[in-house]
């Protein structure tokens, strides 16, 4: 007989896992114990070394849906004779390295019983087991007992505390087990905060009122969402007015799947990532039917979700039609979380709130993403992915990363791997900084967490870069471009030399000026700039993000200075002397390379977007624009060399020809897929320049599947092997993953030397 002390680390904890090995252990008559531990799993197994070789093996082949081991580690200690297993209360000794389950959508097995009339959980908006429900948004501390959740303050009945504690059920340790009689309940209220009605009758009431066209603020999993019924005009025009949204397109919940594929298209990959447990927002071409035009206008695409949590399922199945199911804040805000907030806040905006009294640890907005070549691209990675980390190369430890001014996400490196936060927001916003930093403190207290490095942008005036140089620890600052390339190298592992090709709106260059169209070489030491586009002034500086004339404007004046050509660009008289004045002077009218700010401008000049009204909103006009147009068809262009300050061979794409050639032509679909192309082309040919066989693509530019699929389309035709973002967004939600990378290599080039973190 043999006995063997087993560490499982991954996502093992709060998925059913100790109760898989148990079963398995008595199965194969083995002896010993399991229990949770701040590390992960851990697990003491004796028995024939024939029998524990299997058990091993199947550990790994057989594990939980929702599981994922990501280290396995054993060593032989002393028989003690044990012919009996079982499973032991969580000790909580060591290091915190234990992985947090996301929240999860509910289970069959769950949805089986809240429609079952002989069930105890029938109707309960709360169900849910060791393969379903909230994780992430309600956990406080590690190991995940139920006393470290927001579900401590809840009773278990008898027949809970029974499944609860039978090793054989499948609510064996679910931590947020519950049903009608002592778990969380639903009560109506109005804009005072008054119970109107509770239960089951308080979901059916606002079921009516979605029907009379008012809007409903819904407590969920992760914060509470607005409501509206997405067939009515009316409905989803006065919530476009509430909220002061008036363009940016909804996500949609179908009541099932039957139905979406009624008003979209979708593929069999679109489909499982529908259902899967993670149960994001997946972005579907949509055919319109009953779908009011009102909630996704001048967009092929609908956001479309199916209900993950029990309470959504009796919803939908109680209305049968899609609804708009939009994130319950003020815009630019956090979605709200408390409910006395929630109730000052979001009065403006709802007609009734169907709440509950079951806290949420933190906000976890839903996660956003859409299939390209069958896999998902996640555009914002959050509730159902969030905090699932991304395995490192190298052991990092001790850096936390303090991300991106926009889409913030924060990161730590603990145990050899990147945590990464949930999406934050927009940092310009006085609530998302304190979002910020409670998200911080958060994953300190979680994993106990004491670093000693922290990695900012180089931005000096980031609200992020503030909080870096004011957090007293070494300070590393990350070119903005080289943090989404190491970003995307993480993710898909790949080793220096890379040629990363990261465009983007704006990010501060090491030059001081607005980079954003960057062909950077990455080698083991760090990168160095190997192409970009010819810089252009940006009239107005950061208003040219919200007008892209400006922008147009700017590669006018950059192509024929004063002499401007007629376009059909909306500037009166005075507002354009104003501006050509300001150009000439140099004032406020900064130099970008910025391939976002390019799309805007060509957005602009075909006359699809003068002024944009949320974020991208011109780049996404002009890729809609050529979706039926089928082309090879380039503008012309050239790339140049020359020798940068350091003598290193640098080069630069001359845009020059491909806008005069636009200024000719009328189509704007034509012009469209054309322009496109010419992208893809230019990056082909700095590629083949440069030689490097393996080509990274991040940044906000490749969240657009037209340009995505042509770059990599050409690439691989030319012999490169692309790769490009899936698990992590490409925009600047996955920045704080490549300044762990790039801090972790700097202190690992300095520690090689002097031993000490560069500060600069």
Not at 107 to 111: E, G, I, P, V
Not at 355 to 372: G, Q
């Given at each position: 007989m043999e006995r063997r002390r087993v560490t499982v680390q991954g996502v093992v904890q709060g998925v059913g896992f100790r109760p898989f090995v148990y079963r398995l252990a008595r199965e194969l008559g083995l002896g010993g114990w399991v229990t949770n531990s701040p590390q992960g799993v851990l697990i003491e197994v004796e028995g024939s070394p024939l029998r524990l070789d299997t058990f091993l093996a199947r550990l790994r082949q057989e594990l939980p849906a929702q599981a994922a081991i990501h280290h396995l580690d054993w060593q032989a200690v002393p028989a003690l004779g044990e012919s009996a297993f079982e499973i032991r209360h969580s000790h909580h000794s060591g290091a915190k390295t234990a992985l947090i389950s996301p929240d999860l959508a509910t289970?069959?097995?769950?949805?089986r019983e809240i429609y079952d009339p002989a069930d105890r959980h029938y109707r309960y908006p709360f169900t849910n087991c060791t393969h379903c429900g909230p994780r992430f948004s309600i956990i406080l501390a590690l190991p995940y007992d139920r006393a470290n959740t927001t579900m401590r303050g809840f009773v278990m009945c008898d027949q809970c505390r029974a499944e609860y504690e039978n090793p054989l059920d499948r609510r064996f340790h679910a931590q947020p087990t519950a049903c009608p009689v002592c778990g969380p309940q639903l009560t109506l209220r109005d804009h005072a905060g008054n119970v109107l009605v509770k239960g089951d009758a308080a979901l059916l009431a606002a079921a009516a009122t979605l029907r009379e066209g008012k809007i409903i603020a819904l407590k969920g999993l992760g914060g509470y969402q607005l409501l509206a019924d997405a067939r009515n005009d009316d409905a989803v025009?006065?919530?476009r007015e509430r909220k002061g949204r008036y363009e940016k397109p909804f996500a949609l919940m179908f009541p099932a799947l039957a139905q979406v594929e009624s008003v979209c298209a979708i593929s069999d990959a679109e489909r499982a990532l529908l259902q899967s447990a993670a149960a994001p927002i997946v972005l579907l071409r949509c055919e319109r039917g009953v779908i009011s035009p009102q909630v996704a206008p001048d967009t092929p695409y609908f956001g479309v979700m199916l209900p993950y949590t029990p309470l959504h399922h009796l919803l939908m199945e109680e209305l049968g039609f899609p609804i708009v199911a939009t994130s319950g804040n003020i815009s630019g805000e956090p979605i709200t979380i408390d409910d006395e907030e929630a109730r000052v806040k979001l009065s403006a905006f709802a007609d009734?709130?169907?709440?509950?009294?079951?806290?949420?640890?933190?906000?976890?907005?839903?996660?956003?993403?859409?299939?390209?070549?069958?896999?998902?691209?996640?555009?914002?990675?959050?509730?159902?992915?969030a905090p699932t980390p991304v395995p490192l190369n190298s052991a990092l430890d001790d850096i936390v990363a303090v991300g991106a001014h926009q889409k913030n996400v924060i990161a730590f490196a603990h145990g050899g791997n990147a945590f990464l936060s949930q999406y934050l927001g927009d940092m310009e916003n006085v609530a998302v900084r304190y979002a910020f930093k409670r998200a911080k403190a958060d994953f300190k207290m979680l994993y106990d967490l004491h670093p000693a490095v922290i990695a900012c942008d180089l931005h000096p005036d980031y609200a992020s870069t503030r909080d870096a140089e004011s957090s007293g620890l070494q300070v590393i600052r990350v070119q903005h471009h080289y943090a989404h390339i190491l970003s995307c190298m993480a993710e898909q592992q790949l080793q220096a030399p890379v040629l990363g090709v990261a465009w983007d709106g704006t990010g501060y260059g090491t030059d001081g000026t607005i980079w954003g169209s960057e062909f950077l070489r990455i080698d083991a030491q760090g990168f160095r700039r190997a192409a970009s586009l010819r810089p252009f002034p940006l009239p107005g500086g950061d208003l040219a993000s919200r007008e892209p004339r400006r922008s147009a404007l700017g590669l006018l004046y950059a192509m024929y200075g004063e002499d401007l050509p007629h376009t059909r660009l909306d500037f009166s008289k005075r507002e354009l002397r104003l501006l050509v004045n300001a150009l000439n002077k140099q004032i406020n009218a900064p130099l970008t390379s910025s391939m976002g700010r390019v799309f805007d401008a060509v957005a602009a000049l075909i006359g699809l977007r003068q002024r944009c009204s949320f974020e991208g909103q011109a780049a996404m006009a002009l890729e809609f624009a050529q979706q039926h147009v089928k082309t090879d068809e380039c503008y012309p262009f050239e790339v140049t060399s020359f020798t940068d300050s350091e003598g290193a061979c640098e080069r630069m794409i001359e845009w020059k020809p491909m806008i005069a050639a636009i200024l000719d032509e009328h189509d704007a679909a034509a012009i469209s897929a054309k322009f496109h192309n010419t992208l893809a082309a230019m990056i082909v040919a700095v590629a083949e320049q440069v030689g490097e066989p393996v080509v990274a693509l991040s940044g906000g530019c490749f969240q657009n599947r037209a340009l995505l699929e042509r770059a990599i389309k050409r690439l691989r035709k030319a012999g490169f092997r692309p790769y490009w973002q899936q698990r992590i967004p490409p925009n600047d939600g996955g920045i704080a993953l490549g300044q762990i990378l790039a801090a972790g290599r700097e202190i690992s080039d300095v520690s090689g030397s002097s031993g000490q973190v560069d500060q600069h």
């Open positions: 289970c069959t097995d769950c949805l025009r006065f919530l009734l709130f169907l709440t509950h009294d079951r806290p949420i640890a933190r906000h976890v907005d839903d996660s956003v993403a859409f299939v390209f070549e069958d896999s998902p691209v996640m555009l914002r990675r959050a509730r159902g992915y």
